[in-house]
Structures are given as structure tokens and as C-alpha cells.
């Protein structure tokens, strides 16, 4: 078990990562409520207009840089968000990738094209995370069946 000061320094070790859930470190307030310790800040589903996605992208940059919010990944399994790839084993890795494959499979035309378009494979449980990561930002279109292959794999 990893020393909960050196897993918070590995979740924070590359900024604020825009794909992962933030929670506060410092108490504050904004769109229209407080926000106390500990909670899930999901500045996404909060009520702004579309034209200001950017000034709130920079507000929430601007948060973390100040120490305001933090990623924990302690917090994201206990509440159960973000894409909770840091709970699987390898073997659930693998399970994960092999059905998003099967649906790239499907929808695929030729084995040339399946090659190009499927999830890619590792031995090394984070490389894998970062591959899972990298192919959902490039296929939105399979963010459904992700989700609900991760919560059969894990038991949710």
C-alpha cells in the first residue's frame, strides 16, 4: 500500500488533468454554492453557457495551480467517479480492452481497418490505463459501452 502523501504527490504530479475528477483541498465558493472539503468538484455539470467553456476551463487551471482542488484517487474510488480504471487489476485491464475490441470488431469492415482503430494492449497496468484513456479521447462514440463494461468488470 502506497503512503497517502506520495499517492496525493503521484495523482498531482502532472497538473490538473482535465479527463479526472477534482476535489477540494481549500473550501470556496462558486456557481452559486459552497463547496466544503473533500467534495467532488465537477465544474462540468454545473449550469455556464456554452461560450464560456474556456473562461471556466481557465477558472478551474487557475484552482488547481492555487491549491483550491487536487486530483485523489483514494476519493474517486471511494465516491465512485471518474473512470475508475485505477481500481482494475490486469487482468480486468485485459477483460475491459477485449470487449471494447469486440465492438471495434463490429464495427469495423476489414481486419486492416479493425487493426487501426482497436485498443491497444500492455503487460504494464498504467501503460494500459494511459492506452484505455488515449483510445476513449479518440473514440467518444464508445463511451457507453466503456462505461458498462467497466461496471459489470467491476461488480457495480
Not at 13 to 18: K, M, R, S, T, Y
Amino acid at each position: 500500500m502506497i503512503n497517502p502523501q506520495k499517492q496525493h504527490r503521484i495523482d498531482n504530479a502532472f497538473g490538473w488533468q482535465i479527463d479526472r475528477p477534482v476535489f477540494v483541498k481549500v473550501p470556496f465558493f462558486a456557481f452559486g454554492e459552497q463547496w466544503k472539503e473533500g467534495e467532488v468538484f465537477n465544474w462540468l455539470d454545473q449550469n455556464f453557457r456554452e461560450q464560456d467553456y474556456f473562461r471556466q476551463l481557465n477558472n478551474v487551471h487557475k484552482m488547481f495551480l492555487s491549491g483550491h482542488i487536487h486530483h485523489d484517487s483514494s476519493k474517486e474510488k471511494a465516491n465512485k467517479v471518474g473512470d475508475r480504471l485505477s481500481e482494475m487489476n490486469g487482468e480486468q485491464l485485459y477483460k475491459l480492452v477485449a470487449q471494447l475490441n469486440s465492438v471495434v470488431k463490429g464495427r469495423t469492415s476489414s481486419q486492416q481497418e479493425f487493426k487501426d482503430k482497436k485498443c491497444k494492449l500492455s503487460k504494464i497496468d498504467d501503460k494500459q490505463r494511459g492506452l484505455i484513456r488515449q483510445w476513449l479521447r479518440r473514440n467518444p462514440w464508445a463511451s457507453e459501452d466503456f462505461y458498462k463494461y467497466r461496471d459489470t468488470i467491476l461488480g457495480d
